[in-house]
């Protein structure tokens, strides 16, 4: 396939940093006073504090996919239109440095991306050519990161009584798969729809529906204590 128009309908069109190399370094003086260090600081502020990242962090670890943070994160001016990204082929999440200005959003997309990256550690998902994994995962990111929680449903000016969080879950699922996939609308729906159910109810590694931050910090602390139960077993 053309390398081009591989990079279209991968979605790898979004990040063009992604072609320049991996691991560019600069130098000090650029890296200071830059998005880059901003989106440095609120990363490292999100992965230390956040019960959503922690839970994920250490699900992951447990898994024997223990993430590092110069290696797995990489903090890039991306296109206008997403905020991140997880690039399977390096295993390593796309923070958008010239699309993220607050610490909530940073802690959201970290937490989205590390679902991906989650589920790229426990199971054998196809991103390329498999719309069912995509759609699965795209589904669980929205439902389990916060995307959807009333707060933020709230600050878009989006209200619902009757199953709307499940609505918002479908809607940024099928939105996510058409912001990287080449296919149509109906395709996009259709592939949500056929998994959507037994994703939407895929709760790890959290084991419930974190609402909210008190949520995460109740399902992180079950899975610290999970932990402690088996090791004295």
Not at 13 to 26: A, S, V
Not at 108 to 132: G, K, Q, S, Y
Not at 153 to 159: D, P, V
Not at 183 to 194: C, D, H, M, P, R
Request: net charge neutral; aromatic share 12%; glycine share 4%.
């Amino acid at each position: 396939m053309d390398q081009t128009k591989q990079e279209e309908e991968y979605g790898y069109d979004l990040f063009p940093e992604r072609n320049k190399g991996k691991f560019k370094k600069g130098s000090i003086a650029e890296s200071l006073f830059t998005f880059n260090n901003k989106c440095q600081v609120m990363l490292e502020f999100a992965m230390e504090t956040s019960p959503y990242a922690k839970l994920l962090l250490s699900a992951m670890k447990s898994s024997g996919c223990k993430v590092f943070k110069d290696r797995h994160f990489s903090c890039e001016d991306c296109d206008g239109t997403v905020s991140g990204g997880f690039d399977a082929a390096s295993s390593q999440i796309v923070l958008c440095q010239n699309n993220i200005h607050q610490q909530s959003h940073m802690t959201r997309v970290v937490t989205h991306e590390l679902i991906h990256a989650f589920d790229h550690c426990r199971a054998h998902v196809d991103w390329f050519n498999n719309f069912r994994h995509l759609a699965c995962s795209e589904i669980r990111a929205a439902n389990l990161s916060g995307d959807c929680s009333f707060s933020n449903e709230l600050a878009r000016f989006n209200f619902g009584l009757k199953e709307h969080h499940q609505e918002c879950v479908r809607g940024r699922a099928i939105r996510s798969i058409l912001a990287v996939r080449k296919i149509s609308q109906e395709e996009a729906e259709k592939t949500v729809n056929e998994v959507f159910d037994m994703c939407f109810n895929d709760h790890a590694p959290f084991g419930r529906i974190p609402h909210s931050k008190k949520d995460a910090n109740f399902a992180f602390r079950e899975y610290e204590n999970r932990d402690r139960y088996y090791s004295n077993v």
